[in-house]
């Protein structure tokens, strides 16, 4: 069963678990629910006036694909939260990247691949129709009262499909409608009633956020997405640390690194690989067909990083320390961890030393924090 559960731990892209539409970046999805303990009445085991309480029930038993599920959904809560503020505050930075998006993630039981369909349905609550999963803090879907487990049914008078295409079919239907407006109409089911809503569009930097199946210490970008591995989750220890990472990325992607290096369709193919519930590790041995970033590119996405940091509000200064760590601990001779990929960390290192000079010189005179 452990066997099972680390293959089974991460839900697999386009092939194997359909990403929410509704936030094409896919913020935000729903936290596990935590266990709640049976209620105390209060007094101690020898009061006599209470008569010996009744066995407790066992727990229902969850089954293996109910606890990966849980796992994956806990660890992609964590990756959207932290890229949330990244993508809704630097759109400034990433402006052929931004785009209208309706604030909220949603899915149904489809939306994970065959063997987690069952386990979607027990531990998530999803059926065949399109369920909210999560809703971006301060954006327009949260100031529209959207919550987490509205059912969504129509937007602006359109039945929105259910099923197993319900997902690519809602993209198809909401497409057009992202542009030339500043809100959009919808009906959701909460609690047995249908409520009427005026969801306002959320401008924001639309990078897919994916979470990648190894224990390899590494992220990739390809263009368009940003991949996060286990291996590099396990290794972050804050909240801020995992930002550094994802604001890293999202610069390569803002910067077209992975254009101009003609290695977005290599990328591409990793990322694929690596959110499948059992990713070809055959294909990640060495370099897996990639060369080191080059340190002027590297620097330059370093520097963008650290604009896109301090405008969502994280501690710049811990970036630097969290660099060298992650050199001293996958140093370059890991070759398929992320120092082998990012090898000139000296370089790298005073570019960022400069960096954050002038973003504290421009926060202290109170200018726009823009390169």
């Given at each position: ?83 949330a503020p990244l993508l809704v505050n630097n759109t400034d930075l990433c402006k052929k990247n931004a785009r209208n998006l309706l604030g909220f993630t949603a899915k149904n039981r489809y939306s994970y691949s065959n063997e987690f369909t069952g386990a979607a349905q027990k531990s998530l609550g999803l059926d065949d129709r399109l369920q909210v999963m999560g809703v971006l803090a301060g954006g327009g879907a949260a100031r529209a009262g959207v919550r987490h487990g509205d059912v969504l049914l129509a937007v602006e008078d359109k039945n929105l499909p259910k099923g197993e295409t319900a997902e690519r079919d809602a993209a198809s239907i909401l497409a057009p409608m992202m542009s030339g407006r500043s809100s959009i109409a919808m009906t959701v089911l909460r609690d047995g009633s ?178």
């Open positions: 069963m452990r066997a099972f559960l680390r293959h089974a731990l991460l839900a697999a892209t386009r092939q194997d678990a359909r990403k929410g539409v509704l936030l094409p970046a896919a913020l935000l999805m729903a936290a596990c629910a935590t266990p709640v303990p049976p209620p105390s009445d209060g007094l101690p085991p020898s009061e006599p006036s209470r008569p010996a309480p009744a066995p407790s029930q066992p727990a229902p038993s969850v089954s293996a694909e109910q606890q990966a599920l849980q796992a994956m959904v806990s660890l992609q809560d964590r990756l959207y939260r932290v890229a249908r409520v009427a809503l005026n969801v306002p569009l959320t401008y924001a930097c639309a990078f897919g956020i994916e979470l990648g199946n190894t224990e390899n210490v590494i992220a990739y970008s390809d263009g368009h997405r940003v991949l996060v591995t286990r291996g590099m989750l396990n290794a972050v220890r804050t909240d801020d640390e995992l930002a550094f990472v994802l604001a890293k990325e999202m610069a390569h992607n803002a910067l077209s690194h992975a254009t101009k290096q003609r290695t977005s369709a290599t990328i591409g193919g990793i990322i694929d690989n690596l959110t499948r519930i059992r990713p070809d590790m055959s294909a990640m041995s060495g370099m897996a067909g990639l060369r080191p970033m080059p340190q002027d590119l590297d620097a330059m996405a370093d520097k963008l990083s650290l604009y896109m940091l301090a405008r969502a509000g994280y501690d710049i200064d811990l970036a630097i320390p969290f660099w060298q760590r992650m050199a001293s601990q996958v140093p370059a001779t890991v070759l398929n961890g992320y120092t082998a990929l990012h090898p000139s960390i000296n370089y790298r290192i005073a570019a960022m030393e400069k960096t954050i000079k002038d973003i504290r010189a421009k926060q202290a005179r109170k200018k726009p924090l823009l390169p």
